[in-house]
């Protein structure tokens, strides 16, 4: 099964998104969560999952080390090199960088946690190689959350996943930014998946009417949910129950799509 990508802009619920698909597949499949935002700390919370005791780059020694294995490329290099035997496959993973919770993954690629440490261009570089040198399964699942924004576009993460999904809250800077992920997901030989989120009566229309129009199409969308907001305010994981049939329809649109 594919490794999916998930991006949209800043608040858009791409994390919360992820993490009621995860937890729905991991109903019959493993799944493998890759937390691929320097910043957002929440996401093994809202699956239920303790974080891991290490990033993937404190495992590899931390950014000071990686920087050094970066800079000892030769004409036989290749981004494999940097990772560890350990880091080629989900069942592999070390258990100080792992969280697990019956079929369900986590690990996290690195974040920024303090000031004048640098830029995160090292854990966009562990990231592109730790993606793209996987090794799953058939019946695996990789859904790897991003830093809001195409940064990671830049970055070259896009060329080891197989699909993306965007995804747009109701306000114009969501739409603009998706025909802007449509663009580069294009040009990267990617499938775009869409999903709305936070929609009500009011606003689906209209987004589906502005984004269709530039030929963009629907994949599912989430309703707006008192729910989501009353556990992600008291720190609790997401419950799958109420969205099954708007993430089966993501699900189908995934799965449709397959090359």
């Known amino acids: 099964m594919p490794k999916i990508l998930f991006c949209g802009k800043g608040g858009s619920g791409k994390s919360t998104l992820l993490a009621l698909l995860a937890l729905y597949l991991s109903e019959a499949h493993d799944v493998l969560v890759v937390d691929a935002d320097e910043s957002n700390p929440g996401l093994a919370r809202m699956m239920g999952l303790d974080a891991p005791r290490q990033t993937?780059?404190?495992?590899?020694?931390g950014k000071t080390a990686f920087r050094r294995s970066m800079g000892k490329k030769t004409a036989a290099f290749e981004e494999k090199d940097l990772l560890g035997d350990a880091l080629r496959s989900p069942e592999s993973l070390p258990a100080s960088a792992s969280?697990?919770?019956?079929?369900?993954t986590l690990v996290s690629v690195g974040k920024v946690e303090h000031t004048h440490?640098?830029?995160?261009?090292?854990?966009g570089v562990l990231a592109r190689a730790?993606?793209?040198?996987l090794s799953i399964q058939?019946?695996?699942w990789v859904?790897?959350?991003?830093?809001?924004g195409v940064e990671h576009f830049g970055r070259g993460v896009l060329e080891g996943v197989d699909a993306v999904v965007a995804i747009a809250d109701p306000s114009y800077d969501a739409i603009m930014l998706i025909a802007k992920i449509k663009a580069m997901a294009d040009e990267g030989g990617k499938r775009l998946c869409v999903a709305l989120n936070k929609t009500?009566?009011?606003?689906?229309?209209?987004?589906?009417?502005?984004?269709?129009?530039?030929?963009?199409?629907?994949?599912?969308t989430i309703p707006q949910s008192r729910d989501i907001t009353a556990v992600n305010l008291r720190a609790l994981p997401l419950d799958v129950?109420?969205?099954?049939?708007n993430l089966r329809a993501l699900l189908d649109a995934l799965e449709a799509n397959k090359q």
């Open 241 to 245: 129950d109420p969205f099954r049939e």
């Open 117 to 123: 440490e640098g830029c995160a261009c090292p854990m």
């Open 99 to 104: 969280s697990r919770k019956r079929r369900l």
């Open 130 to 133: 730790f993606i793209g040198n």
């Open 138 to 140: 058939p019946g695996q």
């Open 56 to 61: 993937l780059m404190e495992n590899l020694g």
């Open 200 to 220: 009500d009566g009011d606003t689906e229309p209209l987004m589906r009417t502005r984004l269709e129009g530039q030929g963009i199409r629907i994949a599912a």
């Open 143 to 148: 859904l790897i959350d991003t830093e809001a």
